[in-house]
């Protein structure tokens, strides 16, 4: 599903509330991103420094806004051409892994319906570092008892393609191909993402 408007309206509430200017722009340096490191940004734009302590009350203050906005998603807010792309992998026996930077991550899949979809969910939480570092892929492919070689990786953010490929991945991009250039495939949207063509790719 996509949660960045969420993020980004959450983001822009603290932001306003410390009278950071604030955009989509300048959102879309944190997708993908951490939460503390998403906070960091955000203060070195406004220029403003605070403890770690009271960083740590920021972010809280920003992840609980963020939960009262998406409890209102549901399994509507599955993206198109979700469901037929997890029923090819599910008939073709590819496991799926979760590799997501948010902590409500699998409170974001239960909203959806979509639990029981998945056979591993990465913890954001007990991940040492964040996106763009390939911690939380490889911590997917070690639970998948498999080298990272044989995984292949899927993303929405710069952030994240530059991960797949430290984890030694094949990146698959979904969305702006200028945005998602370092990927090794690129597709507009889930729409048009084809696993055939991804094994086709990987196999020639």
Same mark, same amino acid.
């Given at each position: ?10 983001? @822009?509430?603290? $932001? /306003?509330? %410390? ?10 340096? +944190?997708? #993908? !991103? ?26 809280? @203050?920003?992840? $609980? /806004?963020? %939960? ?10 599955? +993206?198109? #051409? !979700? ?46 570092? #964040? ?74």
């Amino acid at each position: 599903t996509d949660t960045a408007l969420h993020h980004f309206r959450a983001w @822009k509430m603290l $932001a /306003d509330s %410390l009278g950071i200017p604030f955009d989509e722009h300048d959102n879309e340096k +944190l997708k #993908g !991103v951490g939460r503390l490191e998403s906070l960091e940004l955000i203060l070195e734009k406004g220029k403003q420094s605070f403890s770690a302590g009271e960083k740590t009350k920021l972010t809280d @203050k920003k992840n $609980a /806004d963020y %939960l009262e906005l998406i409890k209102s998603i549901t399994p509507a807010d599955v +993206l198109p #051409g !979700v469901p037929e792309a997890f029923a090819t992998l599910k008939q073709r026996k590819i496991r799926i892994g979760l590799a997501s930077a948010s902590k409500n991550a699998t409170f974001v899949v239960d909203r959806l319906g979509m639990l029981d979809q998945f056979d591993y969910i990465a913890d954001a939480a007990k991940i040492p570092r #964040g996106k763009p570092a390939p911690d939380i892929f490889l911590d997917v492919a070690k639970a998948f008892g498999l080298p990272s070689s044989a995984c292949i990786g899927v993303e929405d953010a710069a952030a994240g393609v530059d991960a797949i490929k430290s984890a030694k991945m094949v990146a698959v991009g979904i969305g702006d191909k200028d945005v998602l250039s370092k990927a090794d495939i690129i597709f507009p949207s889930m729409q048009a993402f084809s696993v055939e063509h991804i094994l086709g790719q990987v196999a020639a």
